[in-house]
């Protein structure tokens, strides 16, 4: 029987999407390229970029300024607080939270219940 997810992504403003070093691997920038209908090289220059993280070389996804934490991957509606790309979204994302909770969402649902504040939004 399939266990239930224990988060409920509609109800965040999608703290996930907003941190710096989303990964992207060969076969991510060739789905991106396919989604957009654009050449594998011009996905990559646009929609990625060349990052040192941990002692590590790695491309991430191009990030923009957001309303509500510093900043969010480019793909991301900060209107409606979700993915605009989902089937072309890297396998990251496909695999994140990687389980039935979410850790940000149970520390967002604490702390609502808390400030008594159903939409509140807790720096992380
Ligand atoms: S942080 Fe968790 S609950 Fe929020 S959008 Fe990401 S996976 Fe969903
Ligand atoms: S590609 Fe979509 S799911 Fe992945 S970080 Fe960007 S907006 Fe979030």
Same mark, same amino acid.
């Given at each position: 029987?399939?266990?239930?997810?224990?988060?409920?992504?509609?109800?965040?403003?999608?703290?996930?999407?907003?941190?710096?070093?989303?990964? &992207?691997?060969?076969?991510?920038?060739?789905?991106?390229?396919?989604?957009? %209908?654009?050449?594998?090289?011009?996905?990559?220059?646009?929609? &990625?970029?060349?990052?040192?993280?941990?002692?590590?070389?790695?491309?991430?996804?191009?990030?923009?300024?957001?309303?509500?934490?510093?900043?969010?991957?480019?793909?991301?509606?900060?209107?409606?607080?979700?993915? &605009?790309?989902?089937?072309?979204?890297?396998?990251?994302?496909?695999?994140?939270?990687? %389980?039935?909770?979410? %850790?940000?969402?149970?520390?967002?649902?604490?702390?609502?219940?808390?400030? %008594?504040?159903?939409?509140?939004?807790?720096?992380?």
């Amino acid at each position: 029987m399939a266990t239930k997810n224990t988060y409920d992504c509609a109800k965040c403003p999608g703290y996930c999407c907003s941190y710096d070093y989303i990964e &992207t691997k060969p076969a991510d920038v060739t789905r991106l390229a396919k989604h957009h %209908g654009v050449a594998v090289d011009v996905a990559r220059e646009k929609f &990625t970029k060349q990052v040192e993280h941990e002692g590590e070389t790695m491309r991430v996804l191009r990030h923009r300024k957001d309303t509500v934490y510093k900043s969010m991957c480019m793909f991301f509606d900060q209107t409606e607080r979700r993915c &605009t790309i989902y089937e072309g979204r890297p396998a990251v994302c496909r695999d994140y939270p990687n %389980g039935t909770t979410c %850790g940000y969402y149970n520390f967002l649902k604490f702390e609502r219940k808390h400030q %008594g504040d159903k939409d509140f939004i807790p720096s992380a």
